[in-house]
């Protein structure tokens, strides 16, 4: 598992989601220096390169386009934010009690520590945060840009046809 892990420093706390065969696809932790505003990351080497090259071709600002021209998904992505400040909180509580999360998430809106909850920031982690909870809109959008698709069990998997199978 660690091989998968790459760069990050401590062991997770969970592996979260696995591809389909068996790896560690998002862990669940807090990693670096202090506490991390990232709990969900995206540990896939092949899925972690699939959506930098979306993020260099400017996803960020055209799903924050999408997002903010429909009514209904933009409330599903203001709601996914606040589940992953909550989420957040809460794992804080658990896993540091000795340390009271609260001055430092003030400045947390969303995932991977966005300050305004209006706006994404490291479509790495909204990715990682979907294929965890199956929540967010962003991750989602991104996964399907990506060839994913949601199966009946709720799991992102690459669509069988573009494959070639």
């Known amino acids: ?13 969970a592996v979260v989601d696995r591809s389909d065969d068996g790896r560690p696809r998002v862990v669940l932790g807090f990693f670096g220096r202090g506490i991390s505003k990232t709990a969900y990351w995206l540990t896939c080497p092949d899925l972690s390169a699939e959506v930098a ?8 600002a055209r799903y924050e386009a999408e997002l903010a021209a429909d009514p209904s998904l933009w409330a599903a992505f203001l709601r996914s934010q606040e589940l992953y400040r909550r ?32 706006f994404l920031k ?29 199966g009946g069990d709720g799991r992102w998997r690459k669509k ?6």
């Open 87 to 118: 989420m957040l909180y809460t794992l804080f509580r658990r896993e540091l009690p000795e340390v009271d999360p609260t001055p430092y998430l003030r400045q947390v809106r969303g995932v991977a520590g966005v300050g305004d909850a209006r």
């Open 1 to 13: 598992m660690l091989e998968a892990l790459g760069r990050l420093r401590y062991e997770p706390l």
């Open 53 to 60: 090259g979306l993020e260099s071709k400017r996803a960020i």
């Open 122 to 150: 490291c479509l790495h982690a909204h990715v990682a945060f979907t294929l965890a909870t199956g929540r967010g809109p962003a991750g989602a959008m991104a996964l399907s840009e990506l060839g994913y698709a949601r």
């Open 160 to 165: 069988l046809a573009e494959e070639g199978r």
